[in-house]
């Protein structure tokens, strides 16, 4: 039973151009979350989608956006790098019906932005 | 905002018990307290999670204290790979608000 996935695992770009990350949660579950970690710093929650719609958001601008697809997968856009996006980027995945909705993170993609 | 409070960091001895305190005086309720744990640039590592009642699986025990402000992780014989960030979080058990809101953590070094 294959984990929550991301790809890629590490992504260099420059300032001012778009990124796409990519995530595929654990087997049975329909919710996915993007965390944002910056070196030295515990996560913080971008948003969470569940049924192909955003459903709760963090405290980050709209430069930052996502899709989730029938499949329950999901993707995180983001649009103009500032120098600050370089964090290692996570998606956890949960189960809307299982007990207490505990998520499972991925290995997480690296983004550093030049 | 986060809602615990851990100590920056703590050392353990190779096979003894590693207890890890959190403080989380305003917990309501509905509110569950999860830990995780982060092995350095990997994913978050659930470990286990409870409302009330002390709880124990395969990777550790977690104690509740009776008002329920304040709880332990117990890793019962740590080992140099259970070195890590260890995360308590308090999370709300109601539906489509399973968010989690980390802090800084407690950094728990393994000493052989």
């Known amino acids: 039973d294959a984990g929550v996935t991301q790809s890629p695992t590490h992504l260099i770009k420059t300032r001012g151009q778009q990124v796409t990350l990519r995530c595929s949660p654990k087997s049975g579950h329909d919710t996915v979350s993007w965390y944002q970690q910056a070196l030295g710093q515990g996560p913080q929650f971008i948003f969470q989608?569940?049924?192909?719609?955003?459903?709760q958001r963090g405290n980050f601008p709209d430069r930052f956006s996502g899709h989730q697809f029938p499949n329950y997968s999901s993707e995180l856009n983001v649009n103009a790098l500032l120098l600050g996006d370089s964090a290692l980027y996570l998606c956890?995945?949960?189960?809307?019906?299982?007990?207490?909705?505990?998520?499972?993170f991925g290995p997480g993609t690296r983004l550093l932005v030049l | 905002d986060a809602k615990t409070t851990q100590p920056p960091s703590m050392d353990c001895a190779e096979g003894r018990a590693a207890n890890l305190p959190c403080n989380h005086s305003t917990i309501s309720g509905n509110e569950y307290v999860y830990w995780y744990r982060q092995i350095h640039s990997q994913g978050p590592q659930y470990i286990i999670h409870g409302l009330k009642n002390n709880e124990t699986n395969e990777m550790a025990s977690l104690i509740i204290t009776e008002d329920r402000k304040s709880s332990t992780l117990i890793l019962p014989h740590a080992t140099l790979r259970d070195t890590a960030v260890y995360y308590c979080i308090v999370r709300s058990s109601q539906t489509g608000a399973n968010n989690l809101f980390f802090g800084t953590g407690t950094r728990l070094t393994v000493i052989p």
């Open positions: 956890a995945s949960s189960s809307e019906t299982g007990w207490s909705e505990t998520q499972y």
């Open positions: 989608y569940y049924e192909e719609e955003e459903r």
